[in-house]
C-alpha cells in the first residue's frame, strides 16, 4: 500500500474507535463556551452557510484575531484561512524560492519544512534538543546560522512538542537577525493561547513579520479546519492574491471562532487551570516510573514531552501499548528524524479522566513496550 494510502487508513481507524482517548494530536477536547456551539446551531438553522464566506474573512473575525494576538495598535490585518496548515503553504509558496535557505528549530512542526522544500528553498535545522540551552533557540544559535542566502526564518512558539516559549527580548533578539540578513520571519503561534505569556515578532519587525494563527487548539475546531495570516497590508496582499481557497473559509467555523474570541476571557482561564492540572499529574505520574523523565514543565503549550531514554524502551512501543487500551500519544519521529528516539509527546487539553488514565496506566505500559513487536508504521 502506498505511504500515503496507510497515513491516512491509520488515521481513519484511529477516527473510528468508538471512545478513543486523543493524546496525541495537541487538539483540544475541553467543552467550549456555550455560545460557540450555539453560533453554529445558528448558522445551521438560518441558512447562512448557503453562501460563500467573505474571501479574507468575516471583517469582525479578522478583527478579533489581530486583537487577540495583541496588534490592534498596529496596522497587522489577518485573511483567515482553511486552517493555519493552509495558511502557512500559501506564505511559504509566496516567499520561498530555489537558491535560498529555509532555517528553522529541530525538533519544530514538519509541513512547512516539506513546503519550503516543494518550493525550492534549501532547509536548515537548527538543534533544540538540549538542557545546557533549555530546550530552545538561542540568538546566538541563529545567528551562526544565518548567510545572505537565508530567506526565511520558521519558529513554532510556544515550540510543538516540547512546550518551551520565548521571551519579548528572545523574539526581539531574533528579528533583528532577520533584519540584519533581510530574511521573512513566521512566528508560528498556533499554542500561544496556552503560554504564560506570548510576544508576537509583528511587533518588533513589522515590515517582515508574519504570524500564522490558529483555532483547532485553544478553541478545539481541528475539524473544523480555521487559521489564519496575520501581518502587514503589503504582505496579506500577495496572500490573498491566488489563495489555495479563494471563496472564503467555513462558514460555520468563522461563526464559531467569532463566539470564541468574543466569551474568551470569560471561560479560557479555566480551560488553562485544567490544562495544568493535568500536566501536573502528568509530570508526578512519570516521575515515579524509572527511566521516564518530563523535560519541560510546566509547558507552555497544551502537552508534554516524556524522554524514554532511561526506561530503554522504544518511543513507538509505548504508543503502540497505549493504542491497545484505546489511548493515543505521539512518537517523537513524528516531529524529528534527530531526536525522535529518545521521547513521546502526550497531549493534555483534555477532560482529566483521560489523563489519569494514561497515567493509571503508566508503569504497566512501560512494561509491555518491553516485549511489543510493532505490528505497522506509526504516523
Not at 540584519?180 to 515578532?201: E, K, L, M, N, R
Not at 509530570?283 to 516510573?289: E, G, K, S
Not at 513524528?334 to 483534555?350: A, C, E, I, N, P
Request: proline residues 6%; contains cysteine; hydrophobic residues 45%.
Amino acid at each position: 500500500m502506498k505511504t500515503f494510502e496507510s497515513r491516512n487508513a491509520y488515521f481513519d481507524r484511529l477516527c473510528n474507535t468508538p471512545g478513543l482517548m486523543w493524546l496525541g494530536q495537541n487538539t483540544n477536547h475541553f467543552d467550549p463556551h456555550p455560545s460557540v456551539l450555539q453560533a453554529v446551531t445558528d448558522a445551521l438553522a438560518d441558512g447562512s452557510y448557503h453562501a460563500y464566506a467573505p474571501p479574507a474573512g468575516f471583517e469582525a473575525l479578522r478583527r478579533l484575531i489581530v486583537a487577540d494576538l495583541g496588534l490592534a495598535d498596529t496596522d497587522a490585518t489577518a485573511f483567515v484561512t482553511d486552517g493555519a496548515v493552509e495558511a502557512l503553504y500559501n506564505v511559504c509558496s509566496r516567499i520561498c524560492a530555489p537558491g535560498t535557505d529555509f532555517v528553522t528549530t529541530d525538533p519544530s512542526w514538519a509541513w512547512p519544512m516539506q513546503f519550503a522544500r516543494q518550493a525550492g528553498s534549501r532547509v536548515v535545522e537548527l538543534p533544540i534538543f538540549d538542557a545546557a540551552q533549555g530546550y530552545k533557540l538561542t540568538a546566538k544559535q541563529l545567528a551562526a546560522a544565518v548567510t545572505p542566502q537565508t530567506r526565511v526564518i520558521y519558529l513554532v512558539d510556544p515550540n510543538n512538542p516540547l512546550g518551551t516559549c520565548h521571551t519579548a527580548d528572545e523574539i526581539r533578539a531574533f528579528t533583528d537577525i532577520a533584519r540584519s540578513v533581510g530574511a521573512w520571519f513566521i512566528h508560528d503561534a498556533t499554542y500561544a493561547q496556552f503560554a504564560d505569556a506570548f510576544a508576537p515578532a509583528y511587533r518588533f519587525y513589522p515590515e517582515k513579520s508574519i504570524v500564522t494563527y490558529s483555532f483547532s487548539k485553544w478553541l478545539g475546531l481541528a475539524g473544523m479546519r480555521l487559521g489564519a495570516v496575520v501581518s502587514n497590508p503589503d504582505l496579506i496582499e500577495k496572500v490573498a492574491d491566488a489563495p489555495p481557497n479563494n471563496l472564503g473559509s467555513n462558514v460555520l467555523s468563522q461563526r464559531a471562532a467569532i463566539a470564541g474570541l468574543r466569551s474568551k476571557a470569560e471561560w479560557f482561564p479555566g480551560i488553562k487551570q485544567r490544562l495544568r492540572r493535568n500536566q501536573q499529574v502528568v509530570r508526578d505520574a512519570a516521575h515515579a516510573v524509572p527511566g521516564l523523565t518530563v523535560l519541560v514543565y510546566p509547558s507552555q503549550a497544551n502537552l508534554l514531552v516524556i524522554d524514554t531514554t532511561a526506561a530503554d524502551i522504544k518511543p513507538e512501543a509505548l504508543v503502540a501499548a497505549y493504542q491497545e487500551h484505546g489511548i493515543m500519544i505521539r512518537q517523537g519521529t513524528y516531529h524529528t528524524k534527530r531526536f525522535g528516539h529518545r521521547f513521546v509527546k502526550v497531549s493534555l487539553s483534555v477532560p482529566e479522566a483521560w489523563a489519569d488514565a494514561f497515567c493509571d496506566r503508566l508503569p504497566a505500559m512501560v512494561e509491555r513496550a518491553r516485549s511489543i513487536e510493532l505490528a505497522g508504521p506509526l504516523f
